[in-house]
Nanobody
Framework: QVQLVESGGGLVQAGGSLRLSCAAS????????MAWFRQAPGKEREFVAATSRSGGNTYYADSVKGRFTISRDNAKTAVYLQMNSLKPEDTAVYSCAADYRGPYRPIANAGRYEYWGQGTQVTVSS
């Protein structure tokens, strides 16, 4: 069984930075796509960023483009999210997700991902 464990959330002032980490365990091979999603109170879960198996292709929601950077380390089966210039509207629970099936659905579609972490809270104060 695959487990994803996130870390790095916390409280930060607007304009600050945080780096989220997510480590996957339970399989001997790397996931295909890995992604970050977030869910704010009272809102639907939304796509934040994703990366292909090699890490060579990255995808971002328009709301975070230019501020967030996703990366992965296949040697550690880990994915990271560097978040800069944080805004209060970035406040949410951030979850990482892993896809082992390949391009079953679009990379920004939550239905593509079979495994999810428990989530880490990010709070940005104004």
């Amino acid at each position: 069984q695959v487990q994803l464990v996130e870390s790095g959330g916390g409280l930060v002032q607007a304009g600050g930075s945080l780096r989220l980490s997510c480590a996957a365990s339970g399989r001997t091979f790397n996931p295909d796509a890995m992604a970050w999603f977030r869910q704010a109170p009272g809102k639907e879960r939304e796509f934040v960023a994703a990366t292909s198996r090699s890490g060579g292709n990255t995808y971002y929601a328009d709301s975070v483009k230019g501020r967030f950077t996703i990366s992965r380390d296949n040697a550690k089966t880990a994915v990271y999210l560097q978040m800069n210039s944080l805004k209060p509207e970035d406040t949410a629970v951030y979850s990482c997700a892993a896809d082992y099936r390949g391009p079953y659905r679009p990379i920004a579609n939550a239905g593509r991902y079979e495994y999810w972490g428990q989530g880490t809270q990010v709070t940005v104060s104004s």
